[in-house]
């Protein structure tokens, strides 16, 4: 009968050290599966980390940018306005050159006006 006992404590000695393994790769798997959790985690941490300072440089940039234009935008429109007013000045000068010209004209013909009277007036006179 002792021969029998020691049988049956031996498969139950067995058949816990089997539940025992079990428990202890499963134990381990789990452990593994959260170091594999942790690791990409701690990788997904890093790229949004990455990202999120890729994407405020790109904003910063876009910024920069948007200034640069804005100032390229302003120096176009003073450049235009004093495109603007020289044009303006060209003519204005233009025109009082030309009114200078009429000037002179009207006066020549005043003074041949005046001379031909004279003439006529000598003429008349003789």
């Known amino acids: 009968s002792s ?3 020691i049988k049956k404590l031996k ?15 499963e134990a381990n798997k789990k452990a593994k599966e959260e170091l594999e959790k ?9 790229l949004n980390q990455d990202l999120s300072k890729k994407l405020d440089e790109l904003l910063k940039l876009q910024k920069e940018n948007k200034e640069k234009k ?7 429109k ?16 233009f025109d009082l050159n030309k009114m200078k010209k ?14 031909e009277f004279a003439v006529f007036q000598v003429d008349k006179n003789f």
């Open 3 to 5: 021969d029998e006992e």
């Open 11 to 25: 498969k139950d000695l067995d058949k816990k050290i089997e539940e025992a393994k079990k428990l202890i790769e």
């Open 38 to 46: 942790q690791a990409k985690d701690e990788k997904d941490k890093n």
């Open 70 to 76: 804005e100032e390229k935008k302003s120096q176009d």
């Open 78 to 93: 003073k450049w235009d306005e004093l495109l603007k007013a020289d044009d303006k000045n060209i003519l204005n000068q």
């Open 102 to 115: 009429q000037e002179e004209q009207q006066d020549k013909n005043e003074v041949k006006d005046e001379k």
